[in-house]
């Protein structure tokens, strides 16, 4: 097993306050990672509920396994390694029919990001790899050295947000005709010497949206945030809740317009007649949640995290 194995969870008192309040739940953890979240939910759950947690990175599904048997008497313990995208499909097929609490907390987990094997992070030099599950075939490598002009202008600009992409698209592309570029070092390289003065002059991280675009790809991260949570609104009980934590305002955008889609009642037409528009589900947070200056004191991921919260209204409310 790994020896990176700490990860602090973010807004862990907010998440707990959205528990339902009823004990005995299904609870699915779509991200499973080191279970810092699942392991005080499940402390707040009685005998009789049952969690299923995901995760694409088998590290994350042993340690958490691990972890959390300490739960098994009370709580029917599943672990499936598997992206979140197709957790819903997994557990119709078990035979479920819906969830009363599932939480998202996307993205990478602090054992992904400090290992220098993994190569998610531009602080250590290492393999072009940020897989997030490490059976797969695409890698940052293979995006990197062998992805079109268009497909990486794709990455950078679209995924990664990236102003200033077309000099080093254009430096990637003519490094790797002579030798293919290996390593993160490499990459930030490449990145540096070709921004303009004022990029690097900015606070943060030159590489950074470089880095996210290129993980976002990897990992397919954009679609698995439409897929996984469009289906987990549909598969929430009655009285169920969703909470998600997102790390940057173009994934919140994303929760932000799923979650108003099916809680905010479409603009009325005055030419037409008046339609009664039954909605079934409502956002618990009005406007999304951020980390308490005292959790940032000690937990620096804290900073960019957002959380945004919808319940399935029970019958008797709609
Ligand atoms: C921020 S960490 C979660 C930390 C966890 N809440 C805790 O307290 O330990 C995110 C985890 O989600 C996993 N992950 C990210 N995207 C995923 C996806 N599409 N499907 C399944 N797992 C995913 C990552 O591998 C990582 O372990």
Redesign the pocket.
Known sequence: MSEFNY?Q?VLLEEVLSFLPLKKKLVYVD????????ASAILSNLSKGSVFYG????VQ?IQYSKKKLSQFEKKVDLNFVQS???TAIDFLKNSGLNGADFILF?????SP?FDDPQRGFSYRYDSFLDMR?NQDQELTAYKVINTYTEEQLNHVFRDLGQCENYHRVVKAILETREKKPIETTYQLVDIIKSNLPAYELKKTGHPAKQFFLGIRYEV?G?ID?LHM?LNKAVSFLNPGGRIVIITFNSEEDRIVKKIFQSVSKPKPTNKYLPEEKEVLDYIQLTKKPLKASQKELETNNRAKSAILRALERKRKDER
């Open positions: 990860h969870p779509m991200t499973l990672g080191r279970a810092g979240h995901f995760d694409k990175d994350a992206p979140y995208s907390d996307i993205g990478v987990s992904q997030m990992n991260e698995e996984g």
